[in-house]
């Protein structure tokens, strides 16, 4: 603790009035435009992380095209890793003086506004401001027009580590809630289930991905139909369906999302997330939906400026009873969401969706309720489809 304190004591010193009040062009000359009206308006609306990893990709930008000398971005980076190691201190301390979180923070914006002259690549974009309009839940849709272009019935085992044969790949995402994810292997997450007495044909094959609580913490699996390069299936528009029996318990967090494939094939492009279903074991009759969008991964190239998300709690009373479909129909016009083939609510399309999407099927856990949860959860998963839109469709 006494360590932490003289470490802290000693980066204040070190950094006290040692940015300057105004933004400077290192090289001289006109600074380039700046984004907003307000060059800085970005340095306050960003939290540290996002603002230390936007400060430095502005540094890197001016010295990609020869507007920063070498010498200067090197100064701003050490600068920049002094007040990082600062924070990690005081985040770790136990007890932390007040108002100190905030005067770190505060000499990270002033480093910031020494970079605000650099320009994006291209304009930033404002956040969607659109809320989520409810369906009255007819009529159903109807798929006959509609193309299969994908289709895991899991008659046998298909997920496969990542740089395997596919058509699911796990993990690539990074871990996320109170379980890491593990590759497929004999001791699981995910196991094939034949039930020749179950009286729907399909269901005498599943798909369970276990979420199981082991000496090192809980385990469990998260798949997606591409893999770690992008390569896979993934498709412009279309239904995307998955039917699933839910887990029972107040930890568990099963979810079937989309995901932008050019997060890896184009990265300077928004990055868009559609949640088809996310159920909370701690809100058991309501089902979440969401769209997010992400800056374009080396930020401060244009796109939005910060993560937005959109979410929408929709009551169903029957979520965990039995195995039901989850859905979403994706055109130019609509990200519209479907329970059991049923509309239930829409959002507008933004620009990010209207590019390929590739599908992700997880278990995860949260905190609230874990000592008490099942050993193992698990989420059974009939199939997995995709289809193209008709031809005919209005909004293509």
Do not use: C
Not at 124 to 150: K, N, Y
Not at 244 to 269: C, E, I, R, S
């Amino acid at each position: 603790m006494g360590v932490r304190v003289l470490l802290a004591a000693v980066f204040a010193a070190m950094f006290v009035g040692a940015a300057p009040s105004a933004p400077v062009n290192p090289q001289g000359g006109t600074p380039a435009a700046p984004a907003t009206a307000d060059p800085h308006a970005w340095t306050q609306r960003l939290g540290f992380e996002d603002l230390t990893r936007a400060t430095l990709a502005r540094v890197e930008q001016a010295m990609n095209r020869g507007q920063m000398t070498a010498q200067t971005a090197a100064d701003i980076r050490a600068r920049l890793a002094a007040i990082r190691a600062e924070e990690a201190v005081w985040r770790q301390a136990l007890e932390k003086p007040p108002g100190a979180g905030q005067a770190i923070l505060g000499k990270l914006r002033a480093v910031a506004q020494e970079v605000s002259w650099v320009a994006p690549l291209r304009p930033v974009t404002p956040a969607p401001t659109a809320e989520w309009e409810d369906l009255p839940r007819f009529p159903p849709l109807d798929l006959r027009p509609f193309r299969l272009t994908f289709s895991d019935e899991f008659e046998r085992m298909s997920v496969t580590a990542d740089g395997g044969a596919g058509p699911w790949y796990a993990p690539v995402h990074s871990d996320f809630g109170a379980a890491k994810f593990d590759p497929p292997g004999p001791e699981g997450p995910f196991f094939l289930r034949a039930d020749r007495r179950a009286k729907r044909p399909s269901e005498r094959s599943l798909l369970e991905i276990h979420a199981r609580r082991t000496p090192t913490g809980w385990r469990s699996g998260l798949m997606q139909t591409v893999d770690g390069k992008g390569r896979g299936f993934a498709q412009t528009y279309g239904y995307f369906e998955m039917r699933a029996k839910l887990p029972p318990g107040k930890a568990t967090w099963p979810a079937f999302w989309l995901l932008t494939q050019h997060n890896y094939t184009d990265p300077v492009q928004d990055r868009g997330e559609i949640d088809v279903l996310e159920h909370y074991g701690t809100d058991p009759l309501r089902l979440h939906v969401a769209v997010h969008l992400k800056p374009p991964v080396g930020w401060n190239i244009g796109g939005i400026e910060r993560p937005w998300y959109r979410s929408h709690k929709i009551p169903i009373l029957d979520l965990r009873t039995g195995f039901h479909r989850y859905g979403v129909l994706v055109d130019r016009d609509w990200v519209t969401m479907y329970y059991d083939g049923v509309p239930l609510a829409r959002y507008p399309t933004q620009p990010a969706y209207r590019s390929p999407l590739y599908m992700l099927v997880d278990l995860t856990m949260h905190q609230k309720g874990l000592e008490a949860a099942d050993n193992p959860s698990i989420l059974q998963v009939d199939y997995v489809r995709a289809y193209a839109l008709p031809e005919d469709w209005p909004s293509r």
